[in-house]
C-alpha cells in the first residue's frame, strides 16, 4: 500500500446520537479540506444504510459558518443508524465504495461500529485495494476499550449531574424517595457520574447502583430505609441494566433493538419496578415515592455541552483524517490522558481489533465496598471532563 492515497473519501455516523458527534464530523471535514489527497468529501445519510443506497451528501460544499453551526447542535447531522451489517452488507457497502472511487472511510461510533470498519478494512486488504478505514470513537456509555474515555460521555455526564442537582433540591424541598432511572446497559459510567450533583453532607444521590454490581432487591429496601432514617428523604441513582444474582435484568419492555438486545430505556417500566419495591419496604407505611427515566434526554440535550467534550471530539475527528491521509493506515482514534490538574489529553490510534465489538466496564476502584455507592477515585476521573458546575444556595 502507497503511503498516501488519491481519492474520495466518505463519513457516516451510527449509533446513538450525542451533543458532540457533529464536532467529530466538521473536525474530519475541515481537516479533509485540507488535504490534496482527499478528492471529495462525501457524507453518507445514515451510515451504512446510506452507502449501500449510495445516498451521498456533498460536503466540499458546505460553508465554514453553517459547518461551525452544525458543530455545536446535538444528535447526528447526517443521520444515524442502528444497522449492524454482516459480511454481505459490507461486500456491498465496498462495491459502492470501489465505484465511487472512494479510498478514506471514517466511521463515528461505538465498538459495533468499530467492527463494520474493521471488516471492511479487511476486505480492502484481502482484494489489494488500496484503501483506509479509520473509526472516530463517539458513546454517551464510555465503554469502549483502550481510550481513558470517549466522545459524548462527558456531556451525558454533565446532564445527568446537573439534572441530580436540581432533582436533589426538589426533593429536598418536598421530602420523599425518588428512583432517577438512567442509561447504561452493562456500564455504569454515566449513572455514576450522578455523584458530581453531591456538594454538601447530606446532599443526593444518596445510593447509587451499576450493572456492574448484582442488584440485590432485599439490600436495596433496607439501603432506603437507612437512607431514609438518616435523612428524612433518598434520591437514588440506577442504571438502567441492573441485573440479579442471575444476571437477568430487573424489568423490561420486552422488546428487542435491531442489535437484538433487550430495550432497557423508554418504557419507564424498571422505575415503576423499584418505586414499587420502595413501597413495599415500609411495609404499607405512607411513603411519597416517584421515579424517573432519563431516556434520550441525556444524550441530545442542548446547551450542556461540556467544554473538554466539544473540543476532543473536534480533535478525534481531525486526527482520524490526518493520520488516514498521511499514514493510509487503519485504526480507530483513542484519547489518551496525560494529567488531570490541569486537565491534557492527546489522541493516538489503536488497531480496529482492540476496540471492534468488545466493551469495557467500571473499574472496581469507582466503586465502593457494599454496591451502592461510588469513590474518590471515580470522582477524580471524571470531574476533569465535565467541567464546573453551578453551585448550590442554602439559606
Partial sequence: MTNKLVGKMVI?????????????????????????????ILGAHHGIAG???EDFIDLTTQSLEQLELVATTPAAALGSVRLKPGKAECEQVF????????????????????????????????????????HIPKTIDNDLK?????????????????????DDRDNRALPGIKVNVVMGRS????????????????????????PE????VESFKQDVRDVVAKHGRCVIAVSEGITDSEGQPISTSGERDSHGNIQLSGSGALGDTLAALVKSAFEGKKVRVRADTFGYLQRSFPTIISPIDAQEARAVGKFAVEHAATTAQPGSVSIRRLSSVPYQSECFITPLASVAREATAMKDEYINAAGNDVTQAWLDYVAPLVGDLPKMGNL
Fill in 12 to 40: 457516516g455516523q451510527s449509533g446513538g446520537p450525542t451533543t458532540v458527534i457533529n464536532q467529530s464530523l466538521v473536525g474530519a471535514i475541515l481537516a479533509a479540506r485540507l488535504q490534496p489527497n482527499i478528492t471529495g
Fill in 51 to 53: 452507502i449501500m443506497k
Fill in 95 to 134: 462495491e459502492v465504495f470501489k465505484k465511487h472511487d472512494v479510498r478514506y472511510f471514517f466511521y463515528v461510533g461505538g465498538n459495533d461500529s468499530a467492527e463494520t470498519a474493521h471488516i471492511i478494512a479487511e476486505m480492502a486488504r484481502e482484494a489489494n485495494y488500496d484503501f483506509c478505514t479509520v
Fill in 146 to 166: 483502550v481510550t481513558d474515555h470517549c466522545p459524548g460521555f462527558a456531556s451525558a455526564a454533565r446532564f445527568v449531574a446537573l439534572a441530580f442537582m436540581g
Fill in 187 to 210: 456500564a455504569g459510567f454515566l449513572t455514576a457520574a450522578a455523584a458530581l450533583a453531591r456538594q454538601n453532607e447530606g446532599d443526593g444521590p444518596h445510593l447509587i447502583y451499576l
Fill in 213 to 216: 454490581r448484582v442488584f440485590n
